[in-house]
């Protein structure tokens, strides 16, 4: 009974490296669309986010009946636990490059981003591929040395959200209202992103340790 | 056995209530802070996030040894991990209001909303202090009937957001970007605490039914 409690474990976490690969692409895809004013992949975005809300769905279907069956205790009930945890995180994660493109899409045929925020915004965006790129390495191997580099990433990110705020209300700023809006809102949604990463990293190291992480406290 | 697990989970559902009713009192005193520009309320506000983030990692330690010791499956194991679900959402609001209170406590002397957006957002304010009365009600008696209502004035929120957005992009809006950027955020964070309520909802649908509410699949 144990080996096929463990088999279905490998499933359920294959299922959330699954569900971490489908968020990147959105990632990766809204800030594409962004960047070039290009609906079509805006709308790949959006039509995508229904298939990460399934994934999710099934997945906890697939830890509660898990839990269910098996009565894990100690540390499979809390790698289980956290499972459901991280589900909530990564479908939230694609709710926001969810929100991402439908900024593209608003603004069509226009760049929403103007010119003067362009390396700030692509900078957001890289800046939080290369999270996700860790997160999966942290999901896929437990590696807590790689879940301190996220928190570093997660600090540059609060800097560069703190570079886009400094932009909006300078003297410099001729694009409006309405674009520092756009902007405000875009600036939450990566930063917000980022933090979902940084929870999921926390969340491993519960699930590993059994401790809540440093900063999570 | 059976009859200390029930009673174990009246106390657990006793410390959500417990939760609601601090993540309540926060969200109205960062609302006086707010629109009183009153600093003594917003410190006492951004205090007492520790609590609710301590009440919640109590809350989830307890939930997840009892998931250990007694091994519920069925209605037992759903009404758990939506415990674990609802106490992250609550935590979530918390934070809200928190940001709420921060932002009062940036521009003070000053009051951080413009004369022209006080009834906007005192509206808003008084709608998720609504909003989460029900919800405390729904957490209490299981009230699906209530928590359709809650559905209503989350729409009631929404169209209340549209009119701040509408406000700040209108001809009338003499106060600059600093403080359209201030209100832009003030109106996401309104606008997440009431779709954490809503999810809150649909998580005790969840636990009373076994099924997603309509609105989540």
């Known amino acids: 009974m144990r080996d096929m409690f463990h088999e279905e474990l490998e499933g359920i976490n294959t299922s959330l490296l699954g569900m971490a690969a489908l968020v990147k692409e959105a990632l990766t895809q809204s800030c594409q669309a962004l960047v070039n004013a290009d609906l079509a992949t805006a709308e790949k975005v959006i039509a995508a986010d229904d ?63 103007p010119t003067e925020l362009e390396a ?15 997160m999966i390495t942290v999901l896929q191997y437990r590696d807590l040395t790689r879940a301190l580099e996220i928190e570093v990433d997660d600090d540059e990110m609060d800097k560069l959200h703190r570079d886009l705020i400094s932009t909006l209300v300078g003297d410099s700023w001729t694009y409006g209202i309405e674009s520092a809006i756009d902007m405000t809102l875009l600036g939450r949604y990566f930063e917000r992103f980022a933090d979902h990463a940084v929870s999921i990293s926390h969340r491993v190291y519960f699930m590993v340790t059994g401790e809540y992480a440093a900063e999570e406290k």
């Open 51 to 113: 298939a990460i809300d399934n994934t999710q769905h099934d997945l906890d279907a697939r830890i509660i009946n898990l839990m269910a069956r098996q009565q894990p205790v100690a540390t499979d009930l809390r790698v289980l636990v956290a499972a459901l945890r991280i589900s909530a995180d990564l479908e939230r994660m694609g709710d926001l490059a969810h929100h991402v493109a439908k900024l593209a899409r608003m603004r069509y045929p226009n760049k929403a981003v």
């Open 120 to 134: 700030t915004i692509n900078n957001m965006g890289t800046t939080n591929e290369r999270i996700t790129e860790k």
